[in-house]
């Protein structure tokens, strides 16, 4: 285990002491100085690039025009548009049943983060014990 950490610490040095050096300046020879650059097409500026198109365009190419003019002649054309989806929404992880038993350590190590879960009483479990044979008490301030 302390070779382990040993390595790992020799390579944390080696490799922060490489990036703390400047780099070093190469020799360039005379023949490579005649040389032209072989230059690749630089990347345009985010300035110089054209902003992006997020308009639809002519709505008549996409809808007949009797659709066209129906829909803006419409008496609830200026209301507020509701979408209604067909799926339920998935279950909360938080929802979900607790593991008990040996399932309950792997879980800790296995999802760290949900790790508090296992800490607290589960809502959904059962009642532990046998049921009251007695009903609760009806509590009244009057008669």
Same mark, same amino acid.
């Given at each position: 285990?302390?070779?382990?950490?040993?390595?790992?610490?020799?390579?944390?040095?080696?490799?922060?002491?490489?990036?703390?050096?400047?780099?070093?300046?190469?020799?360039?020879?005379?023949?490579?100085?005649?040389?032209?650059?072989?230059?690749?097409?630089?990347?345009?500026?985010?300035?110089?690039?054209?902003?992006?198109?997020?308009?639809?365009?002519?709505?008549?190419?996409?809808?007949?025009?009797?659709?066209?003019?129906?829909?803006?002649?419409?008496?609830?054309?200026?209301?507020?548009?509701?979408?209604?989806?067909?799926? &339920?929404?998935?279950?909360?992880?938080?929802? &979900?049943? &607790?593991?008990?038993?040996?399932?309950?350590?792997?879980?800790?190590?296995?999802?760290?983060?949900?790790?508090?879960?296992?800490?607290?009483?589960?809502?959904?479990?059962?009642?532990?014990?046998?049921?009251?044979?007695?009903?609760?008490?009806?509590?009244?301030?009057?008669?």
């Amino acid at each position: 285990m302390r070779l382990r950490i040993a390595i790992g610490f020799t390579v944390l040095t080696t490799a922060l002491c490489q990036a703390a050096e400047p780099p070093k300046a190469t020799a360039v020879s005379a023949t490579e100085a005649s040389k032209p650059a072989a230059t690749a097409p630089a990347p345009a500026p985010a300035a110089a690039r054209a902003p992006l198109k997020l308009k639809v365009g002519d709505v008549r190419n996409y809808m007949m025009p009797k659709d066209y003019v129906t829909a803006i002649r419409a008496a609830d054309a200026d209301e507020a548009i509701v979408v209604e989806g067909q799926r &339920q929404a998935p279950p909360l992880k938080s929802e &979900q049943p &607790q593991p008990e038993g040996l399932g309950a350590v792997y879980s800790l190590f296995r999802h760290p983060t949900n790790a508090w879960r296992l800490f607290i009483p589960d809502p959904r479990a059962a009642p532990q014990g046998p049921p009251d044979p007695v009903p609760p008490r009806e509590f009244r301030w009057g008669p």
